[in-house]
């Protein structure tokens, strides 16, 4: 089906590409009052943007303290790259065993387990994306999951006493590795915490008001283009288990499909969304 998720067969890991269905960047940021995060206003997260060109990802901060921070993707150099957080000590395994993972072949599933082993992922996005997440003291790399170009970043220091923008609604991936939502889904911040065991992204897809769950049973079967699907959506990049992230997001009053497309650390060449990670939620 048209909607899969191309996890790529880059050498490296192309971490995670959106789909054909949504790839609209997301609109979160337009006309956002600049309310929740004044750099160096005591309460407030610190804020870092982030920009990537097609040498690297530039960081407008690459030292900063433990405890919530903002990031805000503001400009990237390909349509469809996503800066995802991620840290790991060992670098080149992470990025041989994804390759391996995304492959598809006998032993993706062990690959792509081993992944989770070594890596831990704390959220990305494309160009617009703006989302909060609490990190502790260490080393990090921002990834740009198109080009395969990083950056290194330090969190160390006095822990920052901040909390998260308040969710006006919750999504998260359950030990069973299915999406629930706490009701419809509504903005301005959409928290995203992964319980599950598996690193799991959520791609929101807007599609028809029509569409029901069998629609969608037979789309995933199906290799043709589902006629369901409309233009719009959203996207939260890869988070590894235990990690919650809140997303600055705007939501329609629309239905959306969401999906995980990362590849299952149970069955070789499956992702999540073909063993029912997907589910229909309205927006309001
Ligand atoms: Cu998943």
């Known amino acids: 089906m048209k909607i899969q998720t191309k996890l790529s067969s ?3 890991a192309v971490l ?10 997301s609109t979160a940021t337009a006309g956002t009052a600049d309310l929740f995060a004044r750099p ?5 997260p610190k804020v870092v943007r982030l920009k990537s060109n097609d ?3 530039n960081m407008s901060d690459r030292h900063f303290r433990p405890g919530v921070t903002e990031f805000r993707v503001t400009k990237t150099v390909h349509r469809g790259s ?3 957080i991620l840290e790991t000590d060992n670098l080149a395994r992470t990025f041989k065993k994804f390759g391996k993972a995304t492959s598809g072949g006998p032993g993706s599933a062990d690959a792509m387990k081993t992944v989770d082993r ?3 992922f704390y959220g990305g996005g494309a160009k617009g994306a703006r989302w909060q997440v609490k990190l502790s003291a260490g080393s990090y790399y921002f990834v740009d999951t198109k080009t395969n170009k990083l950056t290194t970043f330090t969190v160390k220091g006095d822990r920052r006493g901040v909390k998260m923008a308040h969710a006006d609604s919750e999504v998260w991936a ?5 999406f629930q939502t706490d009701g419809k889904l509504s903005g301005n911040w959409v928290s995203f915490t992964n319980k599950a065991h598996e690193i799991h992204f959520l791609e929101a897809d807007h599609v028809a008001g029509y569409t029901t769950p069998k629609d969608v049973r037979r789309a995933l079967k199906s290799h043709k283009e589902p006629k369901f699907d409309r233009s719009g959506g959203f996207f939260f990049d890869v988070q590894s288990p235990g990690v919650k992230t809140v997303h ?3 939501v329609a009053s629309e239905k959306y499909l969401l999906m995980c497309w990362m590849p299952s650390e149970e069955q070789d060449g499956t992702p999540h969304a073909l063993m029912g990670m997907w589910h229909l939620v309205w927006g309001s």
């Open 248 to 250: 600055r997001q705007d």
């Open 55 to 57: 040498h690297k990802v």
């Open 174 to 178: 359950t030990k069973q590795n299915q």
């Open 16 to 25: 995670v590409t959106a789909t054909g269905l949504a790839m609209a960047p």
């Open 40 to 44: 160096g206003h005591p309460g407030q």
């Open 10 to 12: 880059l050498g490296v």
């Open 118 to 120: 070594i890596a831990t």
């Open 82 to 84: 996503s800066l995802v």
